[in-house]
Nanobody, 131 residues
Framework: QVQLVESGGGSVQAGGSLRLSCAAS????????MGWFRQASGKTREGVAA???????????YYADSVQDRFTISQDNAKNTLYLQMNSLKPEDTAMYYC?????????????????????WGQGTQVTVSS
């Protein structure tokens, strides 16, 4: 299994931005679906965004409705790193954020947000947004 380590969390005011990073222990080839999840206190873990690469530079991305147009997922295969750029942050974005890896076919419209399909998880990084 790939080992994942998140970083970049912190405390910001509403409207601010953060960029989360997730360093992987091995090359993130087109074999993986990579995702970001979050879990707020007292709530279930929810999918935030996911990405997979196809042949060449083609990528497919998936976003939760709540973060569409505010968050951007990307990956740098040369650095074995997954990113989540978060803009226009809101207090309701406050949560522990996790990156995760799954077999490539998990990245599909009806399955990318299912935490149970992801096999490797990082330890999480806390994001706190104050109003």
């Amino acid at each position: 299994q790939v080992q994942l380590v998140e970083s970049g969390g912190g405390s910001v005011q509403a409207g601010g931005s953060l960029r989360l990073s997730c360093a992987a222990s091995r090359y993130m080839s087109s074999s993986y679906c990579m995702g970001w999840f979050r879990q707020a206190s007292g709530k279930t873990r929810e999918g935030v965004a996911a990405i997979k690469t196809a042949g060449g530079s083609t990528t497919y991305t998936y976003y939760a409705d709540s973060v569409q147009d505010r968050f951007t997922i990307s990956q740098d295969n040369a650095k074995n790193t997954l990113y989540l750029q978060m803009n226009s942050l809101k207090p309701e974005d406050t949560a522990m954020y996790y990156c995760a890896a799954a077999p490539r076919d998990v990245c599909a419209f009806n399955s990318w947000s299912l935490a149970s399909r992801f096999v490797s998880w990082g330890q999480g990084t806390q994001v706190t947004v104050s109003s």
